[in-house]
């Protein structure tokens, strides 16, 4: 039994809990004033949006105490449990959950509203924590790379069935606590290539990709193994290939595509290429071949991915976003909206209150995704830093807690909970200033809803208990 001096209140981290309630008192200042009405100026008012708010931040009150006082290894022990519970809630979703604004991803009970994507994460992270911490996980081995992309893969995948693509792509930034647990970094460095390759693929026509892809695979053959002259006798079997080819297609085949030449002229190049490694023993161009392969099917995959899975307003948006559609009145529209208001409020704002773009409702979803646009015209420059440095400060000092942990689970927990909290700023401020594409996901305590507030109090809190009994091992 723990004696008053060494209360659970003593060994919190009232740093982090400190900038907790600043972030959530500064939020709902923010959301007073997105929808601020003059004929309802008082902030009690719980028909409105702020009124509501404030109801979810005193249940979030709850949350807080119910998440320090749960013992710290009840988190550990039944970790897989909360995440299988997480999965039903899931599919329970798909099958009797509500649309809300375009997205089938909310379950509602009388009058009350919640969207279990939220929740699922933190049932993430605490899977994550529990399995990367085993004692015996060697994080080299192919084998934990495909358990770990199970554990993300299986809620992203039922998140995107409800068309929930934003709150999906949340769950691949556990990738850098992969990273920081020792995850290889050539891994890291084919997550890398694949973006990459991805936003090349919508930029550039199918046989430019080609054309790049080949070029990247001679190189590596060459700095893998410093072959000067099989390295030019390759580039010269490709070009050789590709005059043939052309030769013989266009003679045959006068309608056929550039990408369609340059396959077969690969495809050709390539029974020469696999002669040279055999003849000299050069294993490691097998890996180059099957990532050169591998790379070209991923590219033409995007295609389809773009095309079938994602809906009509999302591919307007990834398109305005890299350049190759303009739509000012359209998918642009909010993007463009939300950067006049936080150019308009110049180095220190407009004042509370008196941000005329929020106020004559320029920027729609302003009290939600588009939060952080009243926070430009207001505050300004100065403002928006501060609010930023905020978050910064935050993410610092979750850092640092996570790495004065004895228990390892302790210490990847508090990772996810930071991989978490930065995916979401990165995103949502990028959005507001066009730097990311509009996937509609809310800035932490600042945007407008109880599940996403309770949610990320709930991360936040589980590990300021974890931080706690920081000096304990818990497995």
Same mark, same amino acid.
């Given at each position: ?185 050539? &891994? ?62 266009? &003679? ?99 004042? &509370? ?59 990847? &927990? ?62």
């Amino acid at each position: 039994m723990r004696s008053p001096k060494n209360s659970i209140w003593n060994d919190l981290d009232w740093i982090t809990i400190g900038l907790y309630f600043l972030l959530v008192i500064l939020g709902w200042l923010n959301i007073y004033s997105a929808v601020f009405n003059e004929e309802q100026q008082h902030g009690f008012h719980f028909g409105t949006r702020y009124g509501k708010q404030l109801i979810w931040i005193g249940a979030a009150f709850l949350i807080i105490v119910i998440a320090l006082v749960v013992d710290s290894k009840f988190y550990s022990s039944f970790a897989y449990i909360i995440y299988g519970l997480s999965i039903l809630l899931l599919i329970a979703v798909l099958i009797v959950g509500t649309r809300i604004n375009g997205a089938k991803s909310w379950l509602v009970i009388g009058s009350i509203q919640f969207q279990p994507a939220e929740f699922t994460k933190i049932a993430t992270a605490l899977a994550m924590a529990k399995y990367l911490s085993h004692y015996s996980l060697k994080p080299e081995k192919f084998k934990t790379l495909l358990v770990f992309f199970a554990i993300i893969g299986i809620p992203t995948l039922f998140i995107l069935l409800q068309n929930d693509t934003g709150s999906a792509l949340v769950f691949f930034i556990f990738i850098l606590v992969f990273y920081r647990e020792g995850m290889p970094s050539v &891994y890291m460095l084919f997550g890398l290539l694949a973006v990459a390759l991805f936003v090349l693929a919508m930029l550039f026509e199918n046989y430019i990709i080609i054309i790049i892809l080949e070029i990247l695979a001679l190189l590596a053959f060459y700095i893998l193994y410093r072959r000067q002259n099989e390295t030019l006798i390759a580039a010269l079997i490709v070009g050789i290939s590709s005059v043939l080819v052309w030769l013989v297609i266009t &003679y045959f085949m006068p309608d056929a595509s550039i990408t369609l030449l340059l396959l077969l002229a690969l495809f050709f190049s390539s029974l020469f290429f696999v002669y040279i490694l055999f003849k000299n023993k050069l294993n490691g161009g097998f890996i180059i071949l099957a990532v050169l392969f591998s790379s070209i099917f991923y590219a033409y995959s995007v295609d389809y991915f773009f095309d079938n899975v994602l809906d009509g307003y999302q591919q307007r948006r990834i398109k305005v976003l890299l350049g190759i559609q303009s739509d000012p009145y359209g998918a642009g529209y909010n993007v463009n909206q939300s950067m006049i208001a936080i150019g308009s409020g110049g180095p220190i704002g407009k004042g &509370y209150l008196l941000g005329t773009q929020t106020k004559f409702k320029f920027v729609p979803e302003q009290s939600t995704d588009f939060i952080f646009c009243t926070v430009g015209e207001e505050w300004g420059f100065v403002g928006s830093a501060i609010v930023l440095g905020l978050f910064l400060a935050l993410l610092m000092r979750i850092i640092i807690m996570a790495e004065r942990q004895k228990s390892k689970f302790s210490r990847i &927990y508090g990772y996810c909970v930071a991989s978490i909290l930065f995916f979401h700023v990165a995103i949502n401020v990028g959005m507001t200033i066009g730097l990311a594409p509009v996937i509609g996901i809310p800035l932490p305590f600042f945007s407008y809803g109880g599940s996403s507030l309770w949610g990320f109090t709930f991360l936040l809190f589980i590990f300021v208990k974890l931080d706690s009994n920081r000096t304990q091992l818990i497995t």
